[in-house]
C-alpha cells in the first residue's frame, strides 16, 4: 500500500498532464488559418494593418508580409467573420480580397502608405496628359509623384 501511495501522485499529474495536452489541441483545432492580399507598402503599413487586428476578440495572429502583400489571419469563426476582419481592416485605410477602405480613410494615410489603388483615377504627374512626359523627364516626374507605378520604368 505505501508503494502505491507514493505513486498515486505522480499517476494523477501525468493523467492532468495528458488531459491538457488533449484538451489545447481541442482548442487549437477551432481556429481558422487563412491568407488574403491586402495593399500596403512598408513598415508602417504593417503595423497599422496588424494593428486593426491586434485587440479583436477572435484573432489570435496577424502577420502581413510587406512582400507578398498578403496577409495570414488565424481567427475563431464562432467568434469574428472573415467579412469583419477584412472589413477592420479596411477601416484603417487598406483595401484588401474582401472590403475596399473608404477614400476618406485613405487619404489620411501616410504619403509613405499610400499604395496604388485598383480603379483610381491618376492624377498629378500621372494624368494621362503628363504621363507622355514621364518617359522624357523621368526624374522629375518619380520626385513629384513620389514614385507611382505609372512614371516607373517598364521593362
Do not use: H
Request: charged content about 30%.
Amino acid at each position: 500500500m505505501n508503494i502505491l501511495s507514493k505513486k498515486l501522485p505522480f499517476v494523477a499529474f501525468a493523467l492532468f498532464l495528458t488531459t491538457a495536452f488533449f484538451a489545447s489541441d481541442a482548442l487549437a483545432g477551432k481556429f481558422k488559418k487563412t491568407v488574403f492580399a491586402v495593399s500596403g507598402n512598408c513598415g508602417m503599413c504593417e503595423m497599422r494593418i496588424e494593428g486593426a487586428l491586434s485587440e479583436v476578440k477572435g484573432v489570435k495572429l496577424a502577420d502581413w508580409d510587406k512582400t507578398t502583400k498578403k496577409i495570414t489571419v488565424k481567427y475563431d469563426p464562432s467568434v469574428i467573420t472573415l467579412a469583419s476582419i477584412q472589413q477592420k481592416i479596411a477601416d484603417v485605410g487598406y483595401d484588401n480580397a474582401g472590403a475596399k477602405a473608404k477614400d476618406e480613410v485613405y487619404a489620411k494615410l501616410p504619403g509613405c502608405c499610400k499604395y496604388e489603388r485598383a480603379g483610381a483615377k491618376a492624377s498629378g504627374c500621372c494624368s494621362k496628359e503628363k504621363k507622355a512626359s514621364c518617359s522624357k523627364d523621368e526624374a522629375s516626374c518619380a520626385k513629384k509623384a513620389e514614385g507611382k507605378a505609372c512614371c516607373k520604368k517598364k521593362n
